[in-house]
């Protein structure tokens, strides 16, 4: 698609310790997030690679949250 990026962002430089992680292969995830919650949105969410790197994309957005649980 057109509109979407090709290139990454600047990799990540701070400590793991110093990160509270949501979606990253840099770093440890917080466990049990949850991208797409069923709270009756449209938008359809996938995980695409770039560059071989994961990244979140979003389609279709209406609206959209993200249900964080878990711990460090």
Do not use: F, R
């Given at each position: 698609?057109?509109?979407m990026p090709t290139t990454l962002a600047a990799?990540?430089?701070d400590a793991e310790g110093q990160v509270?992680?949501?979606f990253s292969d840099a770093?440890?995830?917080l466990v049990?997030?949850?991208f797409n919650p069923d709270w009756g949105q449209a938008t359809?969410?996938?995980v695409e690679a770039i560059d071989g790197q994961q990244v979140l994309?979003?389609?279709e957005l209406d609206y959209q949250g993200t249900a964080l649980s878990g711990s460090k």
């Open positions: 698609a057109p509109d990799a990540p430089t509270l992680s949501v770093y440890t995830d049990g997030t949850e359809v969410t996938t994309k979003y389609a």
